[in-house]
């Protein structure tokens, strides 16, 4: 009898044998599928005649055929759940409620009203449910050992000399004027070019009346006034307050780093667009992350309308084109007749500020915690963050086709919560509440682990969606290197999102070289901590392969440009195995260890010289990154401080995987059939590497490579807007590259074989099955386990 879903030791899909099993297979699929259908159309057709219109007025459309193209978007892939998610039966699309609650004096004119709670979203500065509640973020070179009022420390140039370094200091030290709503330091009021606050008359939320220059982390005093020197900074105080300084003179002869989003240029005085997610769907004004939606408009990104809000006014985009490409909100939309979608129908859920885009206005610097930003040109700019995908996977679920403003008809409820974001730079920054979240002061997991709680909580307390299934039908992103393991034991019945797969029992310890993200370290405060750590965190492994899922970092198509899935000419694999990365040999902790004694291994077996394997840092292992990894049959994935991008990228370029971490799943292992074109190799194996490799005969490598071909771009965000105008931009370089070489080669491009498999891939569809439509119909697949 055929199998519905693949058992982890069927690796592939069982082919269908014709007769009764065959029947008694379709008869239970069909039973299935009638129940799931059912179940939405029973809920939809209870709720029509609601406020925001008939809910349905046909029934849902029939299923679409098992095609060859189907099968081919689900090859290596394991169980049906591909197959499941191109074939299903859509549903007819309703239009989205709107609200038309108002709130407690309007928000205090400085926040957002929602229509459907009456509850308000503020902005940096302020807080409470009608955002009445001053919230300062004061500059500091000190934090509070206890207790939760915040109080305003002036700044003392003389505790520079008290400490070893300025690293001593949190990113806000300042010994100018601060902007108390972000902690952000700028010349002194009284230069001229400092910044003057906005006066004290001045209606809530007005800007300053002088914008003023900041003076970033590396542009402080490293002076006393009596000239002795202090580690407070790193700069002559000349260059900043002296004739022709920083401060003082219109060209001045010392430049200091622009720290703000959306100011730039001479003088970090050219105002361009800021980074907000969905550009605040044009309905509002991006206030450094934070979108200050129009009235009638709510939400996150003000995709939300009220029941009198004006649909037919044209958004920013119109008038500001450079912002157009990042604005798009199909779930926004009045829906035509005979309209379907798709599940899974995913509810993005509007919590107060301080747990997503408050954490991007107390950022330091417009790149970091953010996919994309603008630059003075408003030219749109990939970020390299490692934890892009806190906000990128957000952004391109607030613009799916799979995302609903309706909690009613959901199939999952998505918490936003950037708790990377938080960790750093956010934590590092000041000494705020939301810069610790309650926790240590010591260890910054702490404060990432009480920000999930506090999303926990809010949602019990407002909202009953979590007790409906106790929270089964939620989904948490968590992007720090170990961050599944610190998810406390409240929502763990939730789908955790990561891309730390540890697996194992219940009493892990941190493998962490970093002191600061030493999870297994129990701490215990009279305030903060009086119950201790560990019992919030206790009790689960890290990563449930069966309801959680390891999805691939957010990498930018630039960092994989040499990659033939890009259309790069194939080069020939001179390099047997490469793992260019961080050793750090004096640091035992980091990698378990294993990088380091794979750089001894090396070093000691003279591998470079013998075998062709390239190991060690930058310096060791100089080049184009792609290039290098485009050029190796092999490509290294050891821990890093838990995570590590090593397997995405080795998949991207063409280049086979070799595992080294043990009982650790990598980006959709349970999903993927990751034998058909990965090695795993058991940490205590290490040192045999060349043996084991060598012994792997070329057309086994040429197979594994051909494999890896039909499930690479599943490793890729590609379908991102912003990634795929470059990865178009890319393979039309590409292209013209091939062209030329092929042309001094004196080859036909169109019949000479490639130097190496893959095959590069000429007319790739950025816009395809990517990582994003493979999380989504994996979650459509766990939908009834979820009931």
Known sequence: MVKLRASRAQRRPA??????????????????????????????????????GKRLTSLPAPRPKLTAHINRLCEGTLGSWCTDFHTQALSPAAPAPRGNHTCSLDCNKVGVCSALTGLCTCPAGWTSWNCLQPMPRYCTHQRRQFGFEVPRIPARLEAGLEVESFWHFPLSHCAGTCDDDIAACYCPSHTPYGRVPAKQDAPLGSPPERQGRPMGWYCQPGKLPNGTATVWGETDPDLLFGPGGWCMAEEPKHMCDCIVDGWGGQGCQQRFEMFCLNQCNGRGECNQGYCKCDPGWHGIDCAHRSATADASKPGREESRPWIKDHVRTPAAQDFPPGSYRKHPLIYVYELPAEFASLMIQYRYGGDVCVPRYFNVANETMLSADPYAAESGFLEML???????????????????????????????????????????????????????????????????????????????????????????????????????????????????????????????????EPDGYLGLIAGHAC?????????????????????????????????????????????????????????????????????????????????????????????????????????????????????????????????????????RIPQANLEKLPEVLLAVPEERRQDMRRALAYVWQKFTYSSYAPYAKVVRDIQQRNAQEAAQWHAAQGLNASTAPPASLPAPVTDLDPEADDAFTTIMAWLHSRIPATR
Not at 23 to 50: D, E, F, M, P
Not at 405 to 414: G, R, T
Not at 575 to 585: E, I, K, Y
Request: hydrophobic share 40%; glycine share 8%; with cysteine.
């Open 543 to 679: 990563h449930d392969p069966v309801k959680d899922l390891i999805i691939p970092q957010f990498k930018t198509p630039r960092h994989f440009h040499a990659s033939p899935l890009l259309g790069a000419r194939p080069r020939n694999r001179t390099w047997l195995a490469l793992h260019r990365g961080r050793v750090q040999p004096d640091n035992p902790g980091y990698s378990r260890g294993l990088r380091q004694r794979l750089a001894t291994a090396s070093r000691e077996g003279d591998w470079l010289n013998k075998h062709r394997i390239a190991v060690g840092e930058r310096g060791a292992v100089p080049g184009d990154y792609s290039e290098l990894m485009a050029s190796s049959e092999f490509c290294l994935v050891l821990p890093g401080d838990g995570w590590v991008a090593r397997m995405d990228d080795a998949t991207l370029h063409g280049c086979i995987p070799v595992i080294i971490m043990d009982e650790v799943d990598v980006s959709f292992e349970s999903i993927v059939d990751l034998s058909c074109f990965t090695l």
């Open 398 to 528: 607030l613009q799916s086709e799979h995302r609903t403003l309706d909690p009613e008809e959901a199939d999952y409820f998505f918490v936003p919560t950037f708790s990377s974001c938080l960790m750093m730079p956010v934590r590092h920054s000041a000494d705020s509440l939301r810069d610790t979240w309650y926790g240590s002061s010591s260890l910054r997991v702490h404060a990432a682990t009480h920000m999930w709680l506090e999303a926990y909580h809010w949602l019990k307390a407002h909202l009953p969606y979590w007790n409906r299934r106790g929270g089964r039908d939620h989904i948490w992103l968590v992007t720090h290197d170990e961050a599944s393991c610190y998810v406390p034991s409240a929502i763990r019945p939730s789908i955790i999102l990561s891309h730390w797969g540890r697996k194992g029992d219940a009493n892990h310890t941190s493998g962490s070289g970093y002191w600061e993200d030493v999870y297994s370290t129990e701490v215990k405060h009279p305030h903060w």
């Open 15 to 52: 082919k269908l044998a014709f007769g009764g099993g065959l029947v008694s297979v379709l008869l239970l699929a069909l039973i299935v599928a009638l129940k799931y259908n059912h179940s939405h159309w029973t809920l939809a057709s209870s709720r029509a005649g609601s406020s925001h």
